[in-house]
């Protein structure tokens, strides 16, 4: 997730820690600007729609890269197996 060059992986855990708790924070009319449009070799949602589901790349959503996304929540899901 992170950018940084970390010295040790705890290093880095605090550091995406930190960068999740941002974001989580931050308000839900802000994450439009964090988005970038997808690649335009990336199919759309409606030629998703219309073959098989592995033929589309999963990080699309409306024209969107859902990458940084799908980074935060597989940390918070990973936080939340630490916990239970």
């Known amino acids: 997730m992170s950018l940084t060059l970390n010295d040790t992986e705890e290093?880095?855990?605090?550091?995406?820690?930190?960068?999740?708790?941002?974001?989580?924070?931050m308000p839900r009319e802000s994450f439009e600007e964090l988005l970038t449009p997808a690649n335009d070799d990336s199919p759309s949602s409606e030629a998703c729609a219309?073959?098989?589901?592995?033929?589309?790349?999963?990080?699309?959503?409306?024209g969107k890269?859902?990458?940084?996304?799908?980074?935060?929540?597989?940390?918070?899901?990973?936080?939340?197996d630490i916990v239970s």
């Open 65 to 80: 890269n859902m990458e940084a996304i799908i980074e935060m929540l597989s940390f918070l899901h990973a936080r939340l």
């Open 11 to 25: 290093r880095r855990a605090v550091d995406d820690s930190h960068t999740v708790n941002l974001l989580t924070n």
């Open 50 to 62: 219309a073959a098989t589901f592995a033929a589309c790349d999963e990080t699309v959503y409306d």
